[in-house]
């Protein structure tokens, strides 16, 4: 059974750092990709980075780009999310989400939509008081 474990979450003042760790169990073979995702109250799920295992790529949503970094051993099955200078915007869940082949969406090789994935995590608080 392929279970997700994310965490990390906490309180923390405007200005600093979290780092949010997600272990991934139960498949045999390598996943496609892995990201980080987060929904803030009476807000949708939004994405926010994602890294491709066959290439290495890394993608970031453009609100956390040069701020949070995303990281991880596809050996392990893991990813990490090193977040920097936090910002009260940031306050939200975070979700990991592990996906097990490309998705394609208008014909172009997608990443950042929820479909894009197969299994989420349950989720980790992260709130930044300013």
């Known amino acids: 059974q392929v279970q997700l474990v994310d965490s990390g979450g906490g309180l923390v003042q405007a200005g600093g750092s979290l780092r949010l760790s997600c272990a991934a169990s139960g498949r045999t073979v390598s996943w496609y990709a892995m990201g980080w995702f987060r929904q803030a109250p009476e807000k949708e799920r939004e994405f926010v980075a994602a890294i491709r295992w066959s290439t290495g790529n890394l993608y970031y949503a453009e609100s956390v780009k040069g701020r949070f970094t995303i990281s991880g051993d596809n050996a392990k099955n893991k990813v990490y999310l090193q977040m920097n200078s936090l910002e009260p915007g940031d306050t939200a869940v975070y979700y990991c989400?592990?996906?097990?082949?490309?998705?394609?969406?208008?014909?172009?090789?997608?990443?950042?939509?929820?479909?894009?994935?197969?299994?989420w995590g349950q989720g980790t608080q992260v709130t930044v008081s300013s």
């Open positions: 989400a592990a996906g097990t082949g490309p998705r394609y969406y208008r014909g172009v090789l997608s990443y950042l939509r929820k479909d894009d994935y197969d299994y």
